[in-house]
């Protein structure tokens, strides 16, 4: 499948190219935030605070990468020119390119109740 980004200038002016996340991307992204949660779920029996609290930041900055590597066109080395507010304007951006999909899907498999 291939990949199609769209350019996007930012209010920097930094100019990216993203896309939203594929179906099997999303799911996978799914389970392993299903797989964090278990783990977090099992430090917190054991009572290991400290190693909650590693384990959040460190699950959390994961996954975060792990989506914006989807979503950001050649993300290993834009990352380096990108700030903070760019990162959050382009979350917010890839989040709405991605809300769009679930109605554009759905109307693709026919109206409701056909």
């Not at 389970?31 to 930041?57: H, I, K, N, P, W």
């Not at 792990?66 to 990352?79: G, P, S, V």
Request: glycine letters at 8%; one cysteine or more; proline letters at 4%.
């Amino acid at each position: 499948m291939t990949k199609v980004y769209s350019e996007h200038t930012l209010s920097s002016g930094t100019v990216v190219q993203i896309r939203p996340r594929t179906y099997e991307e999303w799911e996978a992204h799914e389970d392993e935030r299903l797989q964090y949660l278990e783990r977090l779920r099992a430090m917190q029996e054991s009572g290991s605070v400290t190693g909650l609290d590693v384990e959040m930041f460190k699950g959390r900055k994961e996954l975060r990468g792990k989506m914006l590597a989807c979503w950001i066109k050649d993300f290993d080395n834009e990352k380096t020119r990108l700030r903070l507010p760019d990162i959050a304007e382009i979350e917010r951006e890839a989040s709405k390119m991605e809300s769009e999909e679930i109605p554009l899907g759905n109307f693709d498999a026919g109206e409701p109740g056909q």
